[in-house]
T-cell receptor, first 115, second 111 residues
Framework: DGGITQSPKYLFRKEGQNVTLSCEQNLNHDAMYWYRQDPGQGLRLIYY???????QKGDIAEGYSVSREKKESFPLTVTSAQKNPTAFYLC??????????????FGDGTRLSIL | SQQGEEDPQALSIQEGENATMNCSYK?????LQWYRQNSGRGLVHLIL?????REKHSGRLRVTLDTSKKSSSLLITASRAADTASYFCATDAGGYDKVIFGPGTSLSVIP
């Protein structure tokens, strides 16, 4: 079955450490996205990518970085500059970037906590 | 301020009853989507309704859109315990290729 795989499911970050969240899709989608979800809140867009080797900042990109070297993969690095990283991180994809008129497909998330 | 906001924040009903959730938004839209999120999982797309549509059905789900009131509703008929989840509306901001999610409605269906 096609889908999006996020790993790990749980991740702990030490002070001053960078951590990388993995997102892989086999849906052959061009567009991929990273969202952050805090308790009781909606999703906030961190970064998005419409094609390999291209990505754009979303609403809350500070303290995060991404790469898109392969169509299938869109890893997110939470850097030490992100002072409040504890959240649920969701990766999504859609066939093209014009995703206001396309459903997004989501992975099952990574829950990041500070040690 | 949020483009889309769901109401109520939380809803608890008995199995078999209908559940209605509302979404209000501020600026004009091209499309509105509804998603479901089970606890600790990713979001699952339910329905997309375009601005020129007034109603759409999918199984036990019925979505309405009133662009004059800038609001949408999601009705789940004959609810089941498995419908327990959070439900989010997502809108575009009219002219922007961007989806904005509301804070969600938490639905509990009691067996």
């Amino acid at each position: 079955d096609g889908g999006i795989t996020q790993s790990p499911k749980y991740l702990f970050r030490k002070e001053g450490q960078n951590v990388t969240l993995s997102c892989e899709q086999n849906l052959n989608h061009d567009a991929m996205y990273w969202y952050r979800q805090d308790p009781g809140q909606g999703l906030r867009l961190i970064y998005y990518s419409q094609i390999v080797n291209d990505f754009q900042k979303g609403d809350i990109a500070e303290g995060y970085s991404v790469s898109r070297e392969k169509k299938e993969s869109f890893p997110l690095t939470v850097t030490s500059a992100q002072k409040n990283p504890t959240a649920f991180y969701l990766c999504a994809s859609s066939p093209q970037l014009s995703y206001s008129n396309q459903p997004q497909h989501f992975g099952d998330g990574t829950r990041l906590s500070i040690l | 301020s949020q483009q889309g906001e769901e109401d109520p924040q939380a809803l608890s009903i008995q199995e078999g009853e209908n559940a209605t959730m509302n979404c209000s938004y501020k600026t004009s839209i091209n499309n509105l989507q509804w998603y479901r999120q089970n606890s600790g999982r990713g979001l699952v797309h339910l329905i997309l309704i375009r601005s020129n549509e007034r109603e759409k059905h999918s199984g036990r789900l019925r979505v309405t859109l009133d662009t004059s009131k800038k609001s949408s509703s999601l009705l789940i008929t004959a609810s089941r315990a498995a419908d327990t989840a959070s439900y989010f509306c997502a809108t575009d901001a009219g002219g922007y290729d961007k989806v904005i999610f509301g804070p969600g409605t938490s639905l509990s269906v009691i067996p």
